[in-house]
């Protein structure tokens, strides 16, 4: 299977019965498969969501909007990063998280302020500031192993509902 290794011994002996040296080599299958597609949630939005953002459903779990990615641990602890493409409203932001020496970091290095991951469950939350009435939140997450393998993504989209009455007359 992929990590494993297989190694080969061979001598040679001739006509005359004289045996060679022995001699050997060694392959390890390649890690060719990518994790799982990463599951995303818009807290706020509910599991399964409608969608749609109230008010209340924004200030039901404090400020903002709450996000989560579940993750593969096991191939997060091993090495490679998960990659977030959030837009919020007009604006887009990519981040990409590591793990080192179980800190959760940016891809420069940096601790990954605001990002908070629990090891056990493959757990990666966050807030977003909610997006203005009609606009709408998606994030999009891909998970790369250590051998360079991508998941295909997993998104979450949700549009803040206008709950505010016209000018009067």
């Given at each position: 299977g992929e990590g494993q290794s297989i190694t080969v011994t061979a001598t040679q002996t001739d006509a005359a019965n004289n045996t060679s040296a022995q001699g050997s080599d060694t392959a390890t299958v390649a890690d060719e498969?990518?994790?799982n597609a990463p599951t995303v949630l818009i807290v706020d939005d509910g599991n399964p969501g409608d969608g749609l953002l109230t008010q209340g459903e924004i200030d039901g779990?404090?400020?903002?909007v709450q996000l989560t990615v579940s993750i593969d641990a096991e191939d997060f602890s091993a090495g490679g990063h998960v990659n977030l493409t959030i837009v919020n409203g007009t604006a887009t932001s990519n981040v990409e998280l590591k793990l080192v020496n179980g800190a959760l970091?940016?891809?420069d290095?940096?601790?990954a302020t605001?990002?908070?991951y629990n090891a056990t469950t493959g757990v990666i939350s966050w807030t977003e500031t909610a997006p203005g009435e009609g606009?709408?939140?998606t994030v999009t997450a891909t998970q790369t192993d250590a051998a360079n393998n991508t998941s295909g993504p997993g998104s979450d989209t949700a549009t803040v509902a206008d709950e505010t009455a016209p000018n009067a007359p």
């Open positions: 498969t990518a994790p779990n404090g400020a903002g970091q940016f891809a290095g940096t601790p605001g990002y908070s606009q709408s939140i």
